[in-house]
């Protein structure tokens, strides 16, 4: 086991002060997220180092659109969540460690697994599956290296963290994608075991330093009002209207059996959030151009995506039709 960060001693046990859950831990207790234990008055992370699932992905999978489009990255995951969605596509490795075979790196073994991708020019390491929020000691120590090295680093997250782990961790992420589960508070408590508030925070704080784009996947009935994608949309636009948005169409997944959103649900939807924000896109609907980049000083394609297939359009980091510089970072 390695001990883990952010977390207070007590007389009995311990007060573990990584994500808003802050559990208080006695006897050998684990976690709500499964992965921190508590063992002879210390705190300790049981997934350090464990990965459960490797591949190399295009970017476009996490999604992530206006990050180094049409590059591959190299993504890893380990167990655990803090969160515990009913809808939750990767159930199987958000709770306690699965059944599946678990492989051991140690932050410069990952690294170096990285460096031997190179034939294929990875951009770096994409940390995501589970939670990678939980997997915070070891994101840590192979964010270092991979930047160090030339690499680099992205977190697709829940963004249910606290503010001191997620300033140590900021300076060494390249680009996020949060999932913004929903713009209700009571459906994060309901569906999500979890708070609104503390992911709004997370937002914020990364888009003032580094690329964020945010998924939010919409469950019909529950997440998908007009009044609701209106008042997130204007919450993203006050942070800055050029943030990247996607709309994932929900399927049936784990303990929801909700059919799924129609399509003219979810291109009304986009619509509403185009008011605005500038860059909107829908996920899970195959062949809609509402996986394309459109310029929003002319209109025109900027870039164009067939799965996971990427065109780019634009030259010298401007609208190849009317000069506007893209918001892309290359």
Not at 128 to 145: H, K, N
Not at 205 to 223: D, F, K, W
Request: glycine letters at 6%.
């Amino acid at each position: 086991m390695h001990e883990a960060l952010y977390y207070l001693q007590k007389e009995v046990g311990v007060h573990c002060r990584l994500c808003p859950r802050s559990c208080r831990l006695i006897n050998g207790e684990t976690g709500l997220c499964g992965v921190k234990k508590e063992h002879q008055g210390k705190l300790y992370s049981l997934n350090y180092g464990l990965c459960a699932a490797l591949a190399m992905d295009p970017v476009e999978k996490k999604p992530l659109y206006h990050f180094h489009p049409g590059r591959e990255i190299f993504s890893i995951g380990t167990y655990g969540c803090n969160l515990s969605c009913g809808f939750c596509q990767n159930w199987h490795l958000a709770g306690e460690a699965p059944d599946a075979d678990l492989v051991r790196f140690s932050p410069t073994e990952l690294a170096d697994l990285l460096d031997k991708q190179s034939a294929r020019k990875p951009l770096g390491i994409a940390y995501t599956y589970s939670e990678p929020g939980m997997w915070y000691e070891y994101v840590l120590d192979v964010a270092q290296i991979v930047r160090d090295r030339g690499f680099k680093n992205v977190m697709v997250t829940n963004g249910f963290l606290n503010p001191e782990p997620l300033r140590e961790l900021l300076p060494l992420i390249d680009a996020f994608n949060i999932d913004v589960k929903s713009f209700q508070d009571e459906y994060y408590q309901r569906y999500c075991e979890g708070r609104l508030k503390p992911v709004l925070r997370y937002v914020e704080s990364a888009a003032e330093q580094t690329h964020v784009e945010i998924t939010y996947l919409v469950v019909p009935s529950l997440n998908d009002s007009e009044d609701e994608i209106r008042r997130f949309a204007n919450w993203v636009a006050s942070i800055n209207p050029a943030i990247p948005v996607h709309f994932a169409r929900y399927f049936p997944q784990h303990r929801f059996t909700l059919p799924p959103v129609s399509i003219a649900a979810m291109e009304k939807l986009r619509k509403i959030a185009r008011e605005t924000l500038q860059y909107v896109y829908l996920g899970n609907i195959p062949g809609s151009d509402a996986a394309h980049t459109f310029c929003p000083g002319c209109g025109k394609e900027q870039v164009m995506r067939e799965g996971y297939r990427t065109l780019i359009l634009f030259k010298n980091k401007v609208c190849s039709h009317c000069g506007r510089p893209a918001d892309f970072i290359l």
